[in-house]
């Protein structure tokens, strides 16, 4: 499965599927204090496609959202449980932007979000390390076909796509401050 981006930003963006159905909104303020996040959901609609109203636009519940905070932990609200990342991730390894964030699944097994150089990548934390996600970032298109961003979902992470969002939406602003900060103090990301 494929959720394509409407932005190249996972932060501030529609999530679409395969055929173009809005599936998920990731709305995040800028430069508004506190940081929180809204991640709503596309409430199907039910009537036939003759009925239906051309005009009508998708409407989204309220799925999840994240209070981003500087020095205490942030919150996390999803499925109706409130969490703070200090108690839904733990800490394990390293990559190129921080700490790897591993946390357990909704079927109680455990997963881990890997903080590569590009993209983030959610593999199970099990040994195996199947992949269950990756972030593609928006291809241009010069060499090659251009595509959009999106996020792929392997079947192995199908039964769980609303906390696999989520989780990515958090690890991925983590691993943005990270880039954006190791570029101005000179360690990284170019000149």
Known sequence: MKLY???????????TNEDG???????????????????????PNDLPQEDADPDMRDNYTFMAQIDFHVISPSKIKL???????KNYFRKEGWGIYGRHRAFTGPDNRQYKWLLKATVP????????????AKFHHKKLGI????????????????????TILVTFIYVEKKR?????????SGGGGGP
Do not use: W
Not at 121 to 132: A, F, H, P, Q, R
Not at 176 to 184: G, V
């Open 79 to 85: 499925a109706g449980s409130e969490f703070t990342s």
């Open 5 to 15: 981006l409407s932005t190249s930003s996972p932060l501030n963006s529609v999530f």
């Open 143 to 162: 060499v090659g076909g251009s595509r959009p961003a999106c996020l792929e979902i392997f079947p192995i992470g199908e039964h769980m796509v609303d």
């Open 176 to 184: 943005k401050d990270r880039e954006r900060a190791l570029r101005s």
């Open 121 to 132: 990548k959610l593999i199970l934390n099990d040994g195996s390390k199947s992949t269950v």
């Open 21 to 43: 159905q809005a599936i998920y909104k990731v709305k995040i303020p800028m430069f508004k204090l506190p940081l929180v996040t809204s991640i709503s959901r596309v409430i």
